[in-house]
């Protein structure tokens, strides 16, 4: 089975600073891993995913992140967030078995404040 | 742009009552999926359908039922509310079984009294 983990459930950064929220996932062939994001009163929405391929990933609105096998890890960046950034961000993981999207495991979600 | 409708933003219901939440996309998806969202424990899989008429149960489906008898609507049943089914539902959709992105609504948030 598989399982995500988002260690930090709220992370509090100041405009224009760097940002990275961490995903763990624990999965035992090669994972779909989703990162979505949930603004207030919103559904969510896809910021990036990895299938295969490079392991550096450009989403949306200046995200990226990057599939660490060894580490079973999914990091989303961003180089300098903007006050619209805040909002709550899940990772999700998919197997291939389950076509990639159905079935995901999402993470309990990091919710994401910013200051002036 | 891809819409996912949900009929309810807000639901108060009595314990006991059925509850209907509706869900309709409008760009030809073959699979649609509702999801419960809780703090804490993030989105958890109830049902989804690949097809009308097809369904398959998530990880949470016990006290739900799902419909889908068209291809644009899919349909969430709680045939007898409990107070531990008060939650955010979502629902979402997407183009087919390749891996693709999921299309979510803005949820459904259910009060059971």
């Known amino acids: 089975a598989q399982s995500v983990t988002q260690p930090d459930i709220h992370i509090t950064v100041s405009e224009g600073a760097s940002l990275e929220l961490r995903c763990n996932y624990s999965y035992g062939a090669t994972p779909y891993l989703f990162w979505y994001v949930q603004s207030p009163g919103q559904g969510l929405q896809l910021l990036l995913k990895?299938?295969?391929?490079?392991?550096l990933v450009q989403g949306i609105k200046g995200f990226e992140a990057e599939f660490k096998r060894s580490q079973s890890s999914f990091n989303l960046r961003k180089p300098s967030v903007h006050w619209s950034d805040a909002a709550e961000y899940f990772c999700a993981v998919g197997a291939q078995a389950n076509f990639g999207n159905e079935k995901l495991t999402f993470g309990t979600g990091t919710r994401l404040t910013i200051i002036p | 742009d891809v819409k996912v409708t949900q009929s309810s933003r807000y639901l108060v219901k009595r314990t006991g009552e059925k509850v209907f939440l509706e869900c309709v996309q409008d760009m030809d998806h073959e699979n649609m999926f509702w999801y419960r969202q809780d703090p804490g424990l993030g989105l958890r899989l109830i049902y989804f359908?690949?097809?009308?008429?097809?369904?398959e149960k998530g990880d949470i489906p016990e006290g739900y039922s799902v419909s889908r008898e068209k291809k644009e609507r899919f349909s969430l049943i709680l045939e007898s509310a409990s107070t531990n089914q008060t939650s955010m539902y979502l629902c979402a959709s997407s183009i087919n079984r390749e891996g693709g992105e999921l299309f979510f609504g803005e949820g459904s948030r259910l009060t059971v009294l």
């Open positions: 990895y299938f295969s391929g490079d392991t």
């Open positions: 359908s690949y097809d009308v008429k097809m369904k």
